[in-house]
């Protein structure tokens, strides 16, 4: 039962690049989300989507974007990578309805240097 | 304002007693749910337990229960006869309103647990 995959674990990447996170589940969940937890932090949510098509940002969501083509995958792109988006991405899904908790991927972890 | 504040940076607890990691909340909507999520030091996020505003009785999952004071507005964790395998972080979060809002999760900062043998 593979639940969030989310790749790559681990990516060091320079100023200004631009890179994607992937995000797939296989449990057919409606809705979808990306956190991010910088050191010591709790989780802040960047973006999330409630089905294939409709996305909408969270409490941070400058510096990223994301799609959602399918019920499965849910990428997260950074463009023009700052050190301020050096954190640990966590991607994670649910069910529809008002109950239930989060799954959540392993996590990825990202430097900006 | 924070919606969800864990004022304990970090806790110690003798194996085998047990501990209370403090989450207190703010929302005006009636509807809401909280939950706890363990982080061990290899970094996954874990759900312990969860509970409901309109939920009549507190919420338990084994040695995990949570201690629900509506008017309070606190919904604190009780860990009963800690192993040294508790040792983690542990997240209170909190989601608000019905699932129109996209069903989010509001994270508070957290609580370093470490259990002493």
């Known amino acids: 039962n593979a639940g969030v995959t989310q790749t790559p674990k681990f990516r060091i990447l320079k100023i200004g690049q631009s890179m994607t996170l992937q995000c797939t589940q296989d449990m057919n969940h409606n809705y979808m989300y990306w956190y991010r937890q910088d050191p010591g932090m709790g989780l802040k949510l960047i973006y999330y989507s409630v089905g294939a098509g409709i996305t909408d940002k969270g409490e941070v969501p400058n510096g990223y974007n994301v799609s959602r083509s399918t019920t499965e995958d849910f990428p997260l792109r950074l463009e023009l990578a700052a050190p301020s988006q050096t954190s640990v991405y966590f991607c994670?899904?649910?069910?529809?309805?008002?109950?239930?908790?989060?799954?959540f991927g392993e996590g990825s972890r990202l430097t900006v240097l | 304002a924070q919606k969800i504040t864990q004022t304990q940076p970090g806790m110690f607890v003798q194996e085998k007693e047990a501990v209370t990691l403090d989450c207190t909340y703010d929302t005006s909507d009636p509807s809401y749910g909280l939950f706890w999520y363990k982080q061990p030091s290899s970094g996954e996020m874990i759900f312990l337990i969860y509970q409901g505003s309109y939920d009549q009785q507190n919420a338990t999952e084994g040695r995990y229960s949570l201690n629900f004071q509506k008017a309070r507005k606190s919904a604190n964790l009780v860990i009963s006869a800690s192993q040294l395998g508790d040792s983690a972080m542990y997240f209170c979060?909190?989601?608000?309103?019905?699932?129109?809002?996209?069903?989010?999760?509001?994270f508070g900062e957290g609580t370093q647990l470490t259990v002493n043998p």
């Open positions: 979060a909190m989601r608000e309103g019905w699932e129109t809002s996209g069903s989010r999760l509001t």
């Open positions: 994670a899904s649910k069910p529809g309805g008002n109950t239930g908790e989060l799954f």
